[in-house]
C-alpha cells in the first residue's frame, strides 16, 4: 500500500518504518527541514533499540522516504496516519492544535477516496471534531477518518509493533470501506495470529487512557503498599510476587519504586482526569494514582535526607537520569525533582545514564557534574542515589565503587539488590518496601 505518516516523532517514525518493513511504500513527513535532512542521512532523533537498522534499511530499499512536501506525500496515498504531539496544556488537557492543523492540511489536499487515521492520542470525540475540519477544509465527504491508538512502549517499539497484543481500531460502523483499507493495512500482522479488534470510535479513543491509567494505578498501588511495607517490617518483593501468582492480576507493574514517568502515563492520566471532568465526572481513583506518583517521585530524596540531614557541600552521585531503561527519555522523569531538591540543598552532583545524558544537560545545564561513567559519578560520593535500572547497574563491581565513595551510603529507588550482598560489602542500604 502507499501510506503517508505525518509527523516523524516516536510514534511517527516507529509506526512509518515498520510499515515499510511489512512491505508498503511509506512517505513519512515533518515540517522540521532539519530532521527530514537527518533522517535521509540516516541520523535518528531518538534513542529506540532496532529502530536505527530498520529505517536505514528501508529507506536504502526505497520503501521508506522523507519529505516535507505534504501536499505530493498526502495526494500519492490510499491512507495518511496522523501520528503528531498532544501535549499537556496549561489545565492539562492534551492541545490538539497539531491534530487539527494536520486535519486542515489533508483537507487541503484531499484527492478521491483516502482514510485519515488518528494515531495521537486524543480525548473522546476527536475524531468527530477532525472530520468537521476536514469536510470544512476540503469541501469533500470522500474520505473516512478512523482512531488507531498506538500502544507503543519506549525501548521495545519496534517488537510492540510488530508483535502487538492488540490491534484497535476505532471506525464508524456504517464504513465497510474504511474497515476494508485497515484490514489491509494490517493484514501482514493478523496473519500471525495477532488480534485486531474493531470499535466503534469514541471506544477507540478512551481505550488508550483507560489502559495507561489502569497501568499507572497498579504502578502507584504497589508503591502504597510498599510504603507500608516499611513501616511493619515486611518486604514488597515478596508481597509483590505472592500477589502476582493470582492470575487475576499477574506479576507485571507490580515493582515498587519511585513512580512512573515518561510522555505517556502521567500525561494520559492527567488528561483523562480532566476529560473527565469537562464532562461531568470526577475520576477519584485516577486523582489519587497521580497524588501518590508525585510523592513517590521524592521518596528516594527523603531517604537521603534521612541519613545526611546537612546535604550542603556534600556529593551525590546518581544513576540514571532517563525514566526508565532504553530509552533517552527524560519527560517526568523522577531523576529531575530529585536533582532539583538536591540543588536546592546546594550538594554537589555527579550524573550517569547510558543513553539520555544529552537530554539530561539540556534541562541542567549549570549544577551537575555529569560524567562518562558510573564509577566517575561514585568516585568521593558521600552517597549513591540509583535511580534508573539500567542493567549494568546490575552487573557493577561494587566493591569498586565502595573504594571510589568517600561514604558508603546507597540508596536504591528501583530494588536492583539484595539487601543482604550489597550490606556485607560494607554499604549501608536503603530500598523501596524492604
Known amino acids: 500500500m502507499n501510506i503517508a505518516i505525518i509527523g516523524t516523532g516516536y510514534v511517527g517514525l516507529v509506526t512509518g518504518t515498520c510499515l515499510a518493513e511489512l512491505g508498503n511504500s511509506v512517505i513519512c513527513i515533518d515540517i522540521d527541514e532539519k530532521k ?31 519529505t516535507t512536501d505534504a501536499k505530493t506525500a498526502i495526494q500519492a496515498s490510499e491512507v495518511v496516519f496522523s501520528a503528531v504531539g498532544t501535549p499537556p496544556d496549561k489545565d492539562h488537557r492534551a ?26 492520542t486524543v480525548p473522546v470525540g476527536t475524531s468527530e471534531r477532525v472530520r468537521e475540519v476536514i469536510e470544512e477544509t476540503s469541501g469533500k465527504t470522500d474520505f473516512d477518518v478512523v482512531d ?59 481505550i ?16 502504597e503498599v510498599a510504603n507500608f511495607c516499611e513501616l511493619v517490617g515486611a518486604d514488597i518483593t515478596e508481597v509483590a510476587r505472592g500477589v502476582g501468582l493470582d492470575d487475576r492480576i499477574g506479576p507485571r507493574f507490580l515493582h515498587a519504586g519511585i513512580g512512573y514517568g515518561g510522555s505517556c502515563f502521567p500525561k494520559d492520566v492527567q488528561a483523562f482526569i480532566q476529560t473527565g471532568k469537562d464532562k461531568g465526572y470526577e475520576f477519584l481513583i485516577l486523582e489519587a494514582t497521580e497524588e501518590v506518583n508525585q510523592t513517590q517521585k521524592l521518596r528516594l530524596f527523603n531517604k537521603l535526607k534521612a541519613e545526611i540531614s546537612d546535604l550542603e557541600g556534600k556529593t551525590i552521585a546518581i544513576w540514571g537520569l532517563a525514566f526508565k531503561p532504553k530509552t533517552d527519555d527524560m519527560r517526568e522523569a523522577p531523576a529531575i525533582r530529585i536533582i532539583e531538591r538536591l540543588i536546592e540543598e546546594k550538594a ?14 539540556d534541562i541542567f545545564p549549570e549544577g551537575v557534574d555529569f560524567k562518562s561513567n558510573p564509577y566517575d559519578a561514585a568516585k568521593g560520593a558521600d552517597a549513591i542515589l540509583i535511580v534508573t535500572e539500567w542493567d ?21 529507588g528501583r530494588n536492583i539488590y539484595k539487601a543482604e550482598d550489597v550490606e556485607k560489602l560494607g554499604f549501608e542500604y536503603k530500598s523501596v518496601g524492604r
Do not use: W
Open 208 to 223: 488508550k487512557y483507560a489502559s495507561n491509567s489502569f497501568l499507572a494505578t497498579k504502578i502507584s498501588f504497589i508503591n
Open 392 to 412: 549494568e547497574f546490575r552487573a557493577i563491581d561494587l566493591e569498586k565503587v565502595k573504594k571510589l565513595m568517600k561514604g558508603k551510603l546507597i540508596c536504591d
Open 36 to 66: 527530514i535532512s537527518e533522517l535521509k542521512e540516516g541520523i535518528i532523533p531518538i534513542y529506540e533499540p532496532g529502530l536505527e537498522e530498520l529505517v536505514k534499511r528501508n529507506y536504502k530499499e526505497c520503501r521508506l522516504s522523507f
Open 95 to 120: 492541545d490538539l492544535t497539531a491534530v487539527m492543523k494536520v486535519a486542515e492540511t489533508f483537507g487541503k489536499h484531499l484527492s478521491g477516496y483516502k482514510v485519515f487515521v488518528n494515531k495521537s
Open 348 to 361: 554537589n552532583i555527579q550524573a550517569f545514564d547510558p543513553v539520555s545524558m544529552k537530554n539530561a544537560k
Open 148 to 206: 488507531n491508538p498506538e500502544f507503543l512502549r519506549e525501548g521495545t517499539a519496534v517488537k510492540d509493533f510488530m508483535n502487538p497484543d492488540r490491534i484497535v481500531v476505532g471506525i464508524n460502523k456504517k464504513s465497510k470501506k474504511a474497515k476494508e483499507v485497515m484490514e489491509k493495512v494490517y493484514m501482514p500482522l493478523v496473519r500471525a495470529g495477532r488480534p485486531l479488534l474493531f470499535t466503534d470510535i469514541h471506544s477507540a479513543e478512551i
